[in-house]
């Protein structure tokens, strides 16, 4: 091998690059930011030129000649093209929530128990399926002019070789993927009425060294296999299991997706605001340095003297199917200051993760320890609080760039670096620091954990 190997992770915010040795040393880093577009309530909307000069922004301030290349990214955004293979519109992305309508006509085509057998979850507004129908239905001159449609990473691999590829692990969460048999779906695209020459051919992700955040973020933290979980404290929060066969949720309350191993599955309770709770809190209510309000919430104890915050601030994923709930505060009182809004919400975050990490229990999923990674696992305090009220260690990784650090660790694999995805985990993937469980706070979290679960029922009779 002649260069480093270098990960892409295009993100919701920008797009990191990180270019990385054969041993799996980090030895150059590089982002740059984007806008995010909210034209409407629920809208969520990015330019997908904006992540192609990002990405070569990032690829210069590296300054690296790559012996591969892997990308990883947000997943579900759909990016159309049209005949000239230019972009016909703004991207939709993941936590975008104005297709209640098509996800239930989707449920109602295909029906739940049978959509739920093919592709392992139900219509939530996030995925790239009922978008495609929004679009059908509300921009009908647009959807008339479309010839390709990709998932956002994708749309930076063909600007970036002129190929036109999609990963089995990204692909899982279009809703139009057979992901039992782990190939596009005749049935639903055919039951929606979608052209099958639309989609790229589908691949196992080793094969074109790319997958959706999630499956590569889990790789950078070494869940390559059953065993350790993943948990993301990013803009969304996650608590991600590698699974060792196909196994949807009867409900379809968790994810359950091909995982970046070939052959592999991987189950995942999704929260759509986990550390973007806290960034909205900062920007919009509190103001001040992250390091100041975390001390101020440090000060208060665990419980926050009966102050719970719900994070339902762009609608729900797990458990709550919901793209109308919404967040709150409840038990607010004089004595509460900035510190006790901070904490309360570290504490309905991890509330929220717990909820994903009892329904992959329910699936046989046993839980001993999480690898962390994302902007809240800097945080000391949350990740106490968080292992606390899952009642499992947290593990923080020698690299913490998770996602284009698992996206690195598949270029490699493609390059031939590591005979294969195992291979590169464990050659390269280190824990070097543990958080455990505060036992003094047990029943503090459990007690709480009882009330967070009622609030939602609650709340959403008021909406």
Same mark, same amino acid.
């Given at each position: 091998?002649s260069?480093?190997?270098?990960?892409?992770?295009?993100?919701?915010s920008?797009?990191?690059?990180?270019?990385?040795?054969?041993?799996?040393?980090?030895?150059?880093?590089?982002?740059? &930011?984007?806008a995010?577009?909210?034209?409407?309530?629920?809208w969520?909307?990015?330019?997908?030129d904006?992540?192609w000069?990002?990405?070569?922004?990032?690829l210069?301030?590296?300054r690296?000649?790559p012996?591969?290349?892997?990308?990883?990214?947000?997943?579900?955004?759909?990016?159309?093209?049209?005949?000239? *293979?230019?972009?016909?519109?703004?991207?939709?992305?993941?936590?975008?929530? =104005?297709?209640?309508a098509? +996800?239930?006509?989707?449920?109602r085509?295909?029906?739940?128990?049978?959509?739920?057998?093919?592709?392992?979850? @139900?219509?939530?507004p996030?995925?790239?399926?009922p978008?495609?129908?929004w679009?059908?239905?509300?921009?009908?001159?647009?959807?008339a @002019?479309?010839?390709?449609?990709?998932?956002?990473?994708?749309?930076? @691999?063909?600007?970036l070789?002129?190929?036109?590829?999609?990963?089995?692990?990204d692909a899982?969460?279009?809703?139009?993927?057979?992901?039992?048999?782990?190939?596009?779906?005749?049935?639903?695209?055919?039951?929606?009425?979608?052209?099958?020459?639309?989609?790229?051919?589908?691949?196992? +992700?080793?094969?074109?060294?790319?997958?959706?955040?999630?499956a590569?973020?889990?790789?950078?933290?070494g869940?390559?296999r059953?065993?350790?979980?993943?948990?993301v404290?990013?803009?969304?929060?996650?608590?991600?299991a590698?699974?060792?066969?196909?196994?949807? *949720?009867?409900?379809?309350?968790?994810?359950?997706? +091909?995982?970046?191993?070939?052959g592999?599955?991987?189950?995942?309770g999704?929260?759509?605001?986990?550390?973007?709770?806290?960034?909205?809190?900062?920007?919009?209510?509190?103001?001040?340095?992250?390091?100041d309000?975390l001390?101020?919430?440090e000060r208060?104890?665990?419980g926050?003297?009966?102050?719970?915050?719900?994070?339902?601030?762009?609608?729900?994923?797990t458990?709550?199917?919901?793209?109308?709930?919404r967040?709150?505060?409840?038990?607010? $009182?004089?004595r509460h200051?900035?510190?006790?809004?901070v904490?309360?919400? %570290?504490?309905g975050?991890?509330?929220?993760? =717990?909820?994903?990490?009892?329904?992959?229990?329910?699936? &046989?999923?046993e839980?001993?320890?999480? =690898?962390v990674?994302?902007?809240?696992?800097?945080?000391?305090?949350?990740?106490r609080?968080?292992?606390?009220?899952?009642?499992i260690?947290?593990?923080?990784?020698?690299v913490?760039?998770?996602?284009?650090?698992?996206?690195?660790?598949?270029?490699g694999?493609?390059?031939?670096?590591?005979?294969?995805v195992?291979?590169?985990?464990?050659?390269?993937?280190?824990a070097?620091?543990?958080?455990?469980?505060?036992p003094a706070?047990?029943?503090?979290? $459990?007690?709480?954990?009882?009330?967070?679960? =009622? %609030?939602?029922p609650?709340?959403?009779?008021?909406?």
């Amino acid at each position: 091998m002649s260069g480093p190997l270098v990960g892409l992770d295009v993100g919701t915010s920008g797009v990191k690059a990180i270019a990385i040795s054969p041993e799996g040393e980090v030895v150059a880093r590089a982002e740059h &930011g984007y806008a995010l577009s909210t034209p409407r309530p629920g809208w969520s909307e990015q330019e997908p030129d904006d992540w192609w000069r990002a990405t070569e922004a990032a690829l210069a301030d590296l300054r690296v000649e790559p012996a591969g290349i892997g990308l990883s990214g947000q997943m579900h955004g759909l990016v159309v093209l049209g005949a000239d *293979d230019r972009p016909l519109r703004p991207a939709i992305l993941w936590n975008d929530q =104005r297709t209640a309508a098509e +996800c239930a006509e989707i449920e109602r085509r295909v029906g739940l128990a049978r959509l739920l057998e093919l592709t392992g979850n @139900r219509a939530l507004p996030g995925f790239t399926a009922p978008k495609l129908l929004w679009l059908r239905a509300n921009e009908p001159e647009t959807y008339a @002019r479309i010839r390709h449609v990709l998932l956002p990473k994708d749309y930076v @691999r063909f600007r970036l070789t002129g190929e036109r590829a999609i990963d089995v692990a990204d692909a899982s969460g279009t809703l139009l993927f057979d992901v039992a048999e782990r190939r596009w779906s005749d049935e639903m695209l055919d039951a929606l009425e979608l052209p099958h020459e639309w989609l790229p051919p589908s691949h196992e +992700c080793p094969a074109i060294a790319g997958a959706g955040d999630q499956a590569a973020g889990a790789l950078g933290v070494g869940v390559d296999r059953p065993g350790p979980l993943s948990v993301v404290l990013g803009t969304s929060g996650v608590v991600f299991a590698a699974l060792p066969a196909y196994r949807p *949720d009867a409900d379809g309350r968790v994810h359950v997706f +091909c995982h970046a191993v070939p052959g592999g599955w991987h189950a995942m309770g999704v929260m759509l605001s986990a550390a973007g709770a806290l960034g909205w809190l900062r920007d919009r209510v509190t103001g001040g340095d992250y390091d100041d309000l975390l001390r101020e919430a440090e000060r208060w104890p665990p419980g926050t003297e009966g102050l719970l915050f719900q994070p339902y601030l762009t609608g729900e994923r797990t458990p709550h199917a919901d793209p109308d709930a919404r967040a709150a505060f409840v038990g607010l $009182e004089l004595r509460h200051d900035r510190g006790a809004l901070v904490r309360a919400v %570290l504490e309905g975050v991890a509330y929220g993760l =717990r909820d994903s990490l009892e329904l992959l229990r329910a699936l &046989g999923v046993e839980a001993e320890v999480g =690898r962390v990674s994302g902007g809240g696992a800097r945080s000391e305090l949350w990740l106490r609080i968080v292992a606390s009220v899952l009642g499992i260690p947290l593990e923080r990784t020698a690299v913490e760039e998770g996602a284009a650090y698992g996206a690195a660790l598949l270029g490699g694999v493609r390059a031939g670096v590591w005979a294969d995805v195992h291979d590169a985990v464990a050659s390269c993937v280190r824990a070097r620091a543990r958080v455990d469980p505060d036992p003094a706070w047990r029943d503090a979290y $459990e007690e709480g954990y009882r009330a967070f679960r =009622r %609030l939602y029922p609650a709340l959403r009779e008021l909406e």
